[in-house]
């Protein structure tokens, strides 16, 4: 599991460790982890063309203590200082002893003309977009033919949100220190991070943090298996109360989601039922209500569900978990999701939690992780916000799982009802909504690239291919 922490926890830990070691030795781990790096990404370092872009802080001597190490290798290194005055003492003269320069008014042409650019501008504690100085040059990297390195973090995102308010770097690989930070996995922050390379340099940190990514063995710990003394019913039996006759499709794809989600067996109530018996015969199709439909563990109400309500209102009555989607959450009373006893897993996407929460889309958008937070704790359930990072916050707070599993064919009609479906099943065999939400998102994420492979993909594809995601995670 990918863990990350604040940039409060990160900095308490540094302070320890740094009280333990002599001056400057903290300063020179992430130094060579930083150097390590830049060599594997250019190659061949030797008459190599690096340019540091170098801030006022910590980063600013990381990026220096770096460009040293990889101009004893040969390369040519040009700092190129944005606060002189403020530069890093040490990690400046380790450059000029190194061979290193210092850039003169010509920072723009050398940025375009380099090999590797570094950018060691702003820190973890930054906030805002960049100066203005500082965001020509980062324009002037994203013009050039330069791979960029991140020290840390990508200069202008900040690093507990994963916002972006402004100009930012826009890096090919960042070198993150001791711990991961929250906006290297959060979009929109993610897409300026490029891939995220960690350099341990031996900081103690708490068990639990800000964000939690999970890896496959995770999942797979996760994943209900059934034992051999197990029936379709002790596997647990998911409802589903989806479609209208405007909206068939949606309860055929929500059941198809369901069927692939480690339940044994699948109810469906709804008006279309003809559609889904057609399609999968296996499910037991039931024209009564949820209530009088027979026993289970958990129900899905809402994807396709049109101004159904009533039904809806009807699940959400039930003393069993409930994952709402779609017009479930358009249609459901605040005060009856707060007032349940039994789980409430939500799924909105930008969109419905915009409207939700009563704010623009843009405003979730861009600051997703504030988003999931304020809203399971408004509704007291827990959500998954789904998009290019999926988020699952909790009701009782903790860290927020992410999931980056997907592919931008994902956004395709039906591919949340799949998951819907999905995540319902895993819900009625046991997992807890956390649980049942994250590993959901992270199989249909998936199956999504199995089923694209880089081209178009519909909801039935990404449906067939559940399976080998989930040997894959088993595997």
Known sequence: MRTAYSVETVRAAERALMARLPEGALM????AGLAAACADLLGRVYGSRVVLLVGSGDNGGDALYAGARLARRGAGVTAVLLAPERAHAGGLAALRRAGGAVAGDSAGELVERADLVVDGIVGIGG?????????????AAGRSRAAVVAVDLPSGVEADTGEVRGAAVRADLTVTFGAYKPGLLIDPAREYAGVVRLVRI???????GELEALQHADVARLLPVPGAES?????GVVGIAAGSARYPGAAVLAVSGALRGGAGAVRYVGPAG?????????????????????RVQAWVAGPGAGDDAATVAEVLGTDVPVLLDADGLRLAERDAVRGRTAATLMTPHAGEAAALLGVRREEVEGARLAAARELAAVYRATVLLKGSTTLVADAGGGAVRVNATGTSWLATAGSGDVLSGLAGSLLAAGLPAL????????LH?????????????????????????WRDVRD
């Open 435 to 442: 649980d049942a939400g994250s590993t959901a998102a992270y």
């Open 127 to 139: 906030r805002g977009g960049l100066r203005p100085g500082a965001a020509a040059l980062a324009e």
């Open 445 to 469: 994420g998936l199956a999504g690239r199995f089923a694209s492979a880089g081209a178009p993909a519909g909801a039935h594809d990404i449906a067939a291919r559940i399976p080998q995601a």
């Open 202 to 208: 031996g900081l103690e940190l708490p068990g639990e």
């Open 231 to 235: 029936d379709k019913y002790r596997r």
């Open 274 to 294: 003809d559609a889904v018996i057609a399609r999968f015969p296996e499910t037991l199709v039931s024209d009564r209500g949820p209530v009088q439909a027979g």
């Open 28 to 31: 020179q781990r992430a130094a």
